[in-house]
């Protein structure tokens, strides 16, 4: 007997239809999602999906379940299991803040600074506080030689993604609050790097449902100004930081003036500066211990 073919879908047909779907659900970018997760489905990258041809009807059928997923908002990243992050896949799913493309503007700095802050005959310190996924972590680790990394977590949830995400990476991971990590690294360190919770709990509604829904309250919402964890970490990078040391921190865009300010306000601190991100918002803060 002849042997029957299973029949196909078109690649351009499958990524119109969930196109329309995830538009339809009010997601920000579905001609791209849509692509990645058929790209995830069928193993191949999302550049190279016209080189496909025709899907195979299990895998269209797994696409079109990860679609109706997706238009329900469950965040992309979840649903592929990871996210791209500078040179590195970051493992990432419920229980774990997923760590954004502007975030790696943060970690190229605190890259930067460490290799500025390099000597010969000593390794250069770095401190992760309010890790979650460990990306910045991990990156430093791999970007920068001789240099020793620490980082710590509050959530035993993000914890355990932390620990996948640096597995043989030579960064001290640790569970527990900023407020009290690392006390005998005090006065020791050359870079303090942070993505603290930074969204004021008035902004609750206004939040992504991506994010709102999905991504750990703890690192999303610090008080009504939004600004609790970066009074923290203001006070434990100078507690920890060598005099001459330097911290930067990711805030909310509305932040770019009353986030360096709990820096400038204390009066430990030097070049207070704001820095702004590709869309031209602003994004992080670096400021630098006072000798």
């Known amino acids: 007997m002849p042997s029957v073919t299973e029949p196909r879908e078109p690649v351009e047909h499958l990524l119109r239809e969930a196109s329309t779907i995830l538009s339809a659900a009010g997601v ?3 001609e ?4 990645s997760l058929l790209a995830h489905v069928t193993g191949t990258l999302r550049g190279a999906l016209q080189s496909v041809g025709d899907v195979l009807p299990a895998e269209a059928d797994a696409f079109r379940e990860l679609v109706a997923h997706r238009a329900r908002r ?5 649903l592929i299991g990871s996210t791209g992050f500078r040179y590195l896949d970051i493992e990432v799913g419920p229980g774990v803040f997923t760590p954004r493309p502007e975030t790696e503007l943060l970690a190229g700095w605190a890259i930067e600074a460490a290799i500025a802050a390099s000597a010969p005959g000593r390794d250069v ?5 309010c890790t979650g996924s460990g ?10 030689p001789r240099c020793e990394v620490y980082a710590v977590e509050l959530d035993p949830a993000a914890v355990s993604w932390a620990e996948r995400n640096l597995l043989n990476s030579g960064v001290e991971l640790r569970q527990g609050d900023m407020a009290d990590a690392f006390p005998e690294l005090d006065g020791t360190v050359d870079v303090v790097v942070c993505n603290p919770p930074y969204v004021p709990l008035t902004e609750y509604e206004g939040v ?3 994010a709102r829904e999905h991504d750990p309250a703890l690192a999303l919402f610090s008080g009504e ?4 964890a970066m009074r923290v970490l203001e006070q434990v990078a100078a507690r920890l930081l060598r005099a001459g ?7 909310a865009d509305l932040q770019g003036e009353s986030a360096p300010a709990v820096f400038a306000g204390s009066g430990r601190w030097s070049e207070v500066r704001d820095h702004r991100d590709l869309a031209g918002r602003p994004r992080y803060l670096t400021a630098r211990l006072a000798r």
Not at 74 to 78: G, M, R, S, T, V
Not at 225 to 228: E, S, T, V
Not at 245 to 251: D, K, L, R, S, T
């Open 28 to 30: 920000p970018s579905p």
């Open 32 to 35: 791209f999602d849509a692509a």
């Open 74 to 78: 469950i965040p992309l990243q979840h």
């Open 125 to 129: 310190r770095v401190v992760d506080l």
């Open 135 to 144: 990306a910045i972590a991990a990156s430093v680790a791999r970007e920068v």
């Open 208 to 210: 992504d449902p991506e």
């Open 225 to 228: 100004d939004g600004l609790d």
């Open 245 to 251: 040391g330097v911290v930067g921190a990711e805030h």
